[in-house]
Structures are given as structure tokens and as C-alpha cells.
């Protein structure tokens, strides 16, 4: 589904990025953990567009879209969240999402009915199954200035999804969510995953998500990759202790 080849990322004279290929096959999760600044967010960024890489090339089911802009790359099917919940925070759970359903009908090129006041009956249908696969049914009537952190993230989630995106990219979905909430993202991320083949790309920090979640788990240090493989794998892998877990 995704493949990056020998990305190369500096700022100024930092080298960020130092060769990094990866693929991540259709359907699977794939973690990309490392201790901070090993450049995990700078790898996120250049796939999904954010930044550019200095060379090396990524492609998405074959085509390559190493020159593709951020926002074409949505449109091919890249759905991203972000470290801080990008929601409209003045509106209710079922506004926000009827806003990007509305919004990945404008980008196809549907234009709203100039007569209707509010939102086409299909729509307000498709927020509310969305709404379902968030496990945020119960919530649609929230503004989400009063929702905790954890359910923001989820509501950016049922954003993103409306877009209806071939790879989910995360990073750090779970950063500072208290437990029930981890739990609550983890089992909506499990579900997408388990029932709708959805392919997954996250940063994470907390490894029992990472162990919880992922088939496969890339580990970074320094701009490069240390090691890819199962959660067993990394755990046994003696490079991954001693660099990354800080094991004699
Ligand atoms: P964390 O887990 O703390 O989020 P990370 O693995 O995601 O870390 P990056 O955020 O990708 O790491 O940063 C990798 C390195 O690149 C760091 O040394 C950081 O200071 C540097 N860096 C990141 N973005 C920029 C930038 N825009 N300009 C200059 N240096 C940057």
C-alpha cells in the first residue's frame, strides 16, 4: 500500500532523516516507535506531504507521489490525524461531522442544494454511522468544547474518516489521554482495523498500545531504522534493547 524508499530529510545541517524505506502492506498496522527526536514525526510528515523529504521516493499502491502536495495526497487517500485534535470546538459532535462529510462531497465535486436549510438527510445518516464507528453515538449532541481529550481525538478520527481514507495515519494518537480513554481509542482503532481492513500508519509512545495494536513495529533512532518486525520480534531484538530501551 505505502512505500517509502531511501528517504533522506535535514534541516539545515541536521540530518533528520538518514535512508529510511519501509512498506506497509494493505490492511496492516504498522508502528513506528523510537525515543524522542529520532525523527518519527519528520517521517509522518514527509508521507503524508507535510514536509518534503531532500530525496528518495514514496508511493501509494504503486503510484508515486514522492512530488504530490499534502493536500492531492488527501484526496488520494491519506487521512491523517494530529498530535492536537483538529476539531470545531464551537460545534456539536454531529456538526463536526457533518461538516467533513460535507466537505469530502465538495472535493468530489457534489454540490450543496441551494433551496435545503441544514444538512441533506443522507448526510446526517452518514454522520450518525460514523458516529457508531467512533463509539461516540451517545455524544452526538455535545459540543465538542466540552469533550475530554480522548473523545476530541476520537471525534478528529470520525473526521478523518470521513474523508474516506485508504490508509489512516496517526501520530501519537493516544499522547497525554488518561487510561478509559486509551482504552476507548485503542478498541475503536482495533475495530477499524479487525472488521473494516482499514491500513494503519501511527507514532506512538506507549508501547502497550503499540503491542496492542500493531503487526508490525518499525523502531528509529537517530534517522535510522534499528529494526522492523512483530512486537515479539523488537522484543527480542538485542540493537532495539540496547539503543532504544537503554539495555546493557
Ligand atoms: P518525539 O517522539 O519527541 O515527537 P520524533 O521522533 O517525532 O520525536 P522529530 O520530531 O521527527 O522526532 O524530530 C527529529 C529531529 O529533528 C529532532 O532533533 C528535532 O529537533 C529536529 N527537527 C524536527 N523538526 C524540525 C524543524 N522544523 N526544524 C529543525 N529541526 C527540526
Redesign the pocket.
Known amino acids: 500500500m505505502i512505500e517509502c524508499r531511501e528517504i533522506y530529510k535535514n534541516?539545515g545541517a541536521?540530518k533528520?532523516l538518514k535512508g529510511i524505506s519501509l512498506t506497509i502492506g494493505k490492511g496492516e498496522t504498522f508502528a513506528i516507535i523510537?525515543p524522542?527526536?529520532?525523527?518519527?514525526?519528520?517521517l509522518f510528515k514527509v508521507i503524508t506531504g507535510e514536509s518534503r523529504a531532500n530525496s528518495g521516493s514514496i508511493r501509494l499502491e504503486g503510484e508515486d507521489i514522492t512530488n504530490v502536495s499534502a493536500s492531492a495526497r488527501v484526496t488520494r487517500g491519506f487521512g491523517r490525524t494530529f498530535q492536537v485534535a483538529r476539531i470545531l470546538a464551537g460545534n456539536t459532535v454531529l456538526e463536526n461531522l457533518i461538516i467533513a462529510i460535507e466537505a469530502r462531497q465538495r472535493n468530489q465535486g457534489v454540490k450543496p442544494s441551494w433551496w435545503r436549510l441544514g444538512p441533506a438527510p443522507d448526510v446526517v445518516d452518514e454522520a450518525r454511522v460514523l458516529a457508531r464507528r467512533i463509539a461516540m453515538a451517545d455524544k452526538l449532541g455535545l459540543s465538542a468544547s466540552f469533550l475530554s481529550h480522548g473523545d476530541r481525538k476520537r471525534l478528529e478520527m470520525g473526521m478523518t474518516l470521513a474523508l474516506k481514507p485508504r490508509v489512516l495515519m496517526m501520530d501519537e494518537p493516544t499522547a497525554g489521554m488518561s487510561p478509559s480513554d486509551r482504552h476507548d481509542i485503542v478498541n475503536v482503532i482495533k475495530r477499524l482495523r479487525d472488521e473494516e481492513g482499514l491500513t494503519i500508519m501511527l507514532?506512538e509512545?506507549d508501547m502497550d498500545v503499540v503491542s496492542d495494536l500493531s503487526d508490525r513495529v518499525m523502531v528509529m533512532n537517530y534517522g535510522e531504522t534499528v529494526a522492523t518486525g512483530s512486537m515479539e520480534e523488537i522484543r527480542a531484538n538485542t540493537a532495539v534493547r540496547e539503543i532504544y530501551l537503554g539495555e546493557e
Open positions: 534541516y541536521i533528520v523510537g524522542n527526536g529520532a525523527g518519527k514525526t519528520t507514532t509512545h
